[in-house]
């Protein structure tokens, strides 16, 4: 499990960063990773980048968002 949790992170500090976000919420939902930590320190680390690719990825998740 702890191999599987490394893997995890070294995955989710990748890129393509839209990958990331949606490979991140799948690990929140089962209780793998603290999502707002790791949304915090991928803002601290890429900053618009990241939060511009966030609102890319709700609006292509929640269409009504547009």
Known sequence: ???DLK???ILLNGQ???FNI???CLAARR???K???WMSDRIRDHGELF???VVAFLRKKVP???
């Open 1 to 3: 499990m702890s191999q």
């Open 7 to 9: 893997a995890l992170s």
């Open 16 to 18: 393509p960063l839209i």
């Open 22 to 24: 949606d490979l991140a």
């Open 31 to 33: 209780g793998y990773l």
């Open 35 to 37: 999502l707002d930590k």
């Open 51 to 53: 939060i511009t690719t």
């Open 64 to 66: 009504q968002l547009n």
